[in-house]
């Protein structure tokens, strides 16, 4: 079965530092990826996605995503953190049937002074 | 962009009551609807996955009896969870498709329930 993975689930940046939130995926098809952020007690956002166009995919907020197949990888970056960043991110997959979507576990973002 | 409307957004009952919960698109035809929950600190959970007009496909030890699902239009979804107890207490969060090739999912906003 597809599987994310999600590196991390607690990641501590500091404002103005590099964000890297890890993501890799096991399909073996090409697949369809997207990362959410949730803020407590919301659902989720889609800040990207990657629907096999561009490898590189930018979304809101700055951040962006590098697909890169050769190591089943997702991996969300901003190049510089801002305290509204905290909150959680996921990524997910979508190759499955019946449009579901596979969410990883989620990592936590704190972003300190 | 596709806006989902989830309600309530926050709900305390009674153990052995049933709760209903409501996913509206607002701007769009959902043709498929997706029922989430989610554990404190966890990730979402699959609970079933509902096409209007048909009965919903429920993920495997979700009770279909206990989590009763309509999607009787293209616009609205609903979430009943009936004779609730408090380790049905969670934040369950729904989402919609119009299946269209930007693989678009909009979720909505979330539904904490509370059961004492």
């Known amino acids: 079965a597809q599987s994310v993975t999600q590196l991390g689930s607690h990641v501590s940046v500091s404002e103005g530092a590099l964000v890297l939130l890890r993501c890799n995926y096991s399909?073996?098809?090409?697949?369809?990826l997207f990362w959410y952020v949730q803020y407590p007690n919301q659902g989720l956002q889609l800040l990207l996605k990657?629907?096999?166009?561009?490898?590189l995919v930018k979304g809101i907020n700055d951040f962006e995503a590098e697909f890169k197949k050769s190591e089943t990888s997702f991996h969300l970056t901003k190049p510089s953190a801002h305290m509204s960043d905290a909150a959680e991110y996921f990524c997910a997959d979508h190759t499955g049937t019946a449009s579901k979507l596979t969410f990883g576990t989620g990592t936590r973002l704190q972003v300190t002074l | 962009g596709a806006v989902v409307s989830q309600h309530p957004s926050r709900v305390i009952c009674k153990s052995g009551t049933s709760v209903k919960i409501e996913c509206r698109s607002l701007?769009?035809?959902?043709?498929?609807m997706f029922w989430y929950r989610q554990f404190p600190k966890k990730s979402l959970m699959l609970m079933a996955t509902?096409?209007?007009?048909?009965?919903?496909?429920?993920e495997q030890g979700v009770e279909k009896d206990k989590f009763l699902i309509n999607h009787a239009s293209l616009t609205l979804s609903t979430l009943t969870v009936t004779s609730a107890h408090p380790e049905d207490s969670s934040f369950y969060i729904c989402?919609?498709?119009?299946?269209?090739?930007?693989?678009?999912?909009?979720f909505g906003s979330g539904t904490r329930l509370t059961v004492v």
């Open positions: 399909s073996s098809v090409p697949p369809y």
């Open positions: 509902s096409n209007e007009g048909s009965k919903a496909t429920y």
């Open positions: 990657y629907t096999s166009a561009a490898t």
């Open positions: 701007d769009f035809q959902a043709t498929t």
């Open positions: 989402s919609a498709t119009d299946g269209g090739l930007d693989y678009g999912y909009t």
